[in-house]
């Protein structure tokens, strides 16, 4: 069964930093992963999307990359702002397209001015 | 529109009465999802419609959950003699055949 982890559940930090966050998932036969971004009592925005054959997807400040073996993906934030602050949601879709979304806990990033 | 809309945004409803929630995928999508996002939990899937297939239902907690697309577009959560444990919010999402999801503002559910 699949599983997603994702590590750290909460984050602090400055303005202008960059930072990491990670996620991992336990069956690497899967279809493609996806990035969101959820804002407090709102639904999910869709940040990256990184096909299984695809080591990585970049938009604006946002990065994420993926390596399949070692069921290990990272959203890599350049440049933080205030307006980053949001939890952040790594999801797997098996390795078949259209098939549900497996999600992780995600992570809670706060970014103070 | 352009998004996949959902209604209503919020629903309070006693505990045992019935409650129907709607999705509006995005025009030409034609698998649609169900999720549901409980307080401390992350999202659970709840149902998949991919075109005329016959629908993934595994994910339903239960007999009183059920869900239907009309005419491969709207859909219809509804969730029989709700129980307290039902409060969260449920989501939907579309995706094309390419595979991204794209959410809805989702309608969180208070059953007192």
Known sequence: KQEVTQIPAALSVPEGENL?????????AIYNLQWFRQDPGKGLTSLLLIQSSQREQTSGRLNASLDKSSGRSTLYIAASQPGDSATYLCAVESNQAGTALIFGKGTTLSVSS | GAGVSQSPSNKVTEKGKDVELRCDPISGHTALYWYRQSLGQGLEFLIYFQGNSAPDKSGLPSDRFSAERTGGS?????????????????????????GEQFFG?????TVL
């Open chain 1, 20 to 28: 990491v966050l990670n996620c991992s998932f336990t069956d690497s």
């Open chain 2, 74 to 98: 709207v859909s219809t959560l509804t969730i029989q003699r709700t129980q307290q444990e039902d409060s969260a919010v449920y989501l939907c999402a579309s995706s094309s055949l390419l």
């Open chain 2, 105 to 109: 503002p989702g309608t969180r559910l």
